[in-house]
């Protein structure tokens, strides 16, 4: 994974830095800026955790859109704006757990197929 590749990644599972080097790297932010910076490396574990992310966060999205049409009533699906508000309905989960859930919402939200609530 390259540099500029990492940075996407981690955009697209809208994790900030300390997130991504807390639950991800296991490391400082200044290495993970390192590695977003193409100073140094990315390594192989944080490249192998990014895409293990993308395609659960694929999966999820999947399984939602083919369970869209079997639905009764509106199509929301709950945007929390804070990970406090998260772990409230979701108590066992963690921060990257809350950041998938975001990207997912927001994504569904943009392609027209849920309303945020």
Not at 8 to 26: D, H, N, Q, T, W
Not at 27 to 43: A, S
Not at 46 to 53: I, N, P, T
Request: net charge neutral; proline share 3%.
């Amino acid at each position: 994974m390259t540099n500029l590749e990492l940075q996407a990644y981690r955009r697209f599972l809208m994790l900030k830095v300390s997130e991504a080097c807390e639950y991800i790297g296991k490391t400082d932010t200044k290495t993970w800026h390192d590695w977003e910076q193409g100073i140094t490396p990315v390594p192989e574990f944080v490249a192998s955790e990014m895409q293990k992310l993308k395609k659960v966060r694929t999966e999820k999205i999947n399984i939602i859109i083919g369970s869209i049409n079997d639905r009764v009533g509106s199509n929301t699906i709950r945007y929390f704006m804070t990970y406090a508000e998260f772990q409230k309905v979701n108590p066992k989960l963690d921060v990257i757990q809350w950041r998938l859930h975001q990207s997912i919402a927001t994504e569904l939200y943009f392609r027209g197929l849920e309303e945020l609530c």
